[in-house]
């Protein structure tokens, strides 16, 4: 109860703040591999948020970023954690996605030096993107051939496919930190980026953080918004080793608190002096999916009930859900017609009914004739589109 308290008050469900910018802040960042995500999170939490708001703070004011960052994922954050991601996340991504890379080119036999291809390959995109100051992948494969290679992965097995050179080489470069998503080529549902480089797109360059301090920076703003947490929540949502994660742990002076919940007791950790509860308004809240809320703990039981196997996919990615008071109580998707759709999957008082109906009309207005289909689609969300 405790938890779910703290979460009503720190996770923006039913206290909205001021603008896209100050959301992603307190929110560590806004999920952004499904680009609707980052568009209906801030529907949730900002009164009266227009599209253009966002597409202001990301491709004109660029206040905002969207760049890798934890578990090789895209975020939408501002600049100042946006240096903290890149050093405490993707800096450690390098290295392996350099040697994966390379020796994937040895193995094709394209090459028998694939970190020298690699590399020039890299600069040839580099120098291509400059000249075209902006660019997706399509265009960038005219300009250096190499891009448009296909290599094969998985052989004999049920997930066997091929992935495009440029595919490789531009998540590369992202994750050095070389090129940036720029403006989408399409609507706000788009997912084709285009890019740019990175020294062009932003003001100021990035600070280089150092990566223990950066680290520390990151779990400090991880605690502050969904502490408590257990080891394993830290370690899943930053994707570090448990060693890396125990020393961001201590350097910051986590206090160990008790966490209890259905399942017995278990160890979680807050910032200094932060172990009280904190209430908040009650309310309703309609979320997306791989909204930052529910992603931002590994072990969920205390929010999520038993609601699991019908609102995440096989691979872990939470589909869109219903909250009532700081938990769930159901999900929501769109029909065939484009009419959002409640579905409760556990009995919920008529004044929560009441306040889930009132958000769910909200929405409905703020989508309009758009129809949004999840990258990740689940049960409920597939049985209310009629798949």
Not at 39 to 45: D, E, G
Not at 118 to 135: F, H, K, N, P, S
Request: contains cysteine; aromatic residues 6%; negative net charge.
């Amino acid at each position: 109860v405790e938890r779910r308290s703290r979460l009503i008050s720190r996770q923006l469900l039913y206290t909205p703040t001021s603008s896209p910018v100050d959301v992603a802040g307190a929110m560590v960042g806004l999920h952004s591999s499904d680009p609707a995500t980052v568009y209906l999170s801030l529907q949730a939490r900002l009164p009266g948020f227009a599209r253009g708001d966002l597409e202001r703070d990301l491709y004109e004011q660029r206040t905002l970023l969207r760049l890798l960052g934890m578990r090789r994922t895209m975020f939408v954050v501002d600049s100042e954690l946006a240096a903290v991601m890149t050093a405490a996340c993707a800096r450690a991504l390098v290295g392996a996605e350099q040697r994966r890379l390379a020796k994937m080119i040895e193995e094709h036999g394209i090459s028998t030096d694939g970190a020298g291809w690699v590399a020039g390959v890299c600069d040839d995109t580099m120098a291509a993107l400059a000249d075209r100051g902006e660019a997706v992948a399509t265009e960038l494969s005219d300009d250096v051939p190499e891009l448009q290679l296909k290599l094969s992965f998985g052989a004999g097995k049920k997930w066997a496919a091929k992935v495009g050179v440029s595919t490789r080489i531009l998540f590369l470069l992202a994750t050095e930190g070389r090129i940036i998503r720029a403006r989408p080529r399409g609507s706000w549902l788009s997912s084709q980026y285009r890019w740019a480089p990175t020294a062009q797109w932003v003001s100021s360059p990035l600070d280089e953080l150092d990566t223990a301090e950066a680290q520390q920076d990151l779990v400090a703003r991880w605690l502050r918004t969904f502490g408590p947490g257990t080891l394993t929540d830290i370690k899943w949502w930053t994707g570090w080793t448990v060693r890396d994660t125990r020393t961001a742990l201590a350097a910051v002076g986590a206090e160990a608190v008790t966490i209890e919940d259905t399942d017995g007791e278990t160890e979680g950790y807050v910032l200094p002096g932060d172990g009280d509860g904190a209430s908040g308004a009650s309310g309703a809240a309609l979320l997306p999916g791989l909204d930052p809320t529910p992603m931002g703990w590994k072990q969920r039981n205390w929010f999520l009930g038993s609601h699991g196997t019908e609102l995440f996919d096989r691979n872990g990615n939470i589909g869109p859900s219903v909250w009532s008071d700081g938990r769930i109580v159901g999900g929501w998707g769109q029909d065939p017609d484009g009419a959002v759709q409640v579905q409760l999957l556990e009995k919920v008082s008529s004044t929560a009914a009441a306040k889930i109906e009132v958000a769910r009309i909200r929405l409905q207005e703020w989508l309009g004739d758009d129809i949004v289909s999840p990258r990740f689609p689940t049960p409920l969300q597939k049985r209310i589109a009629g798949r």
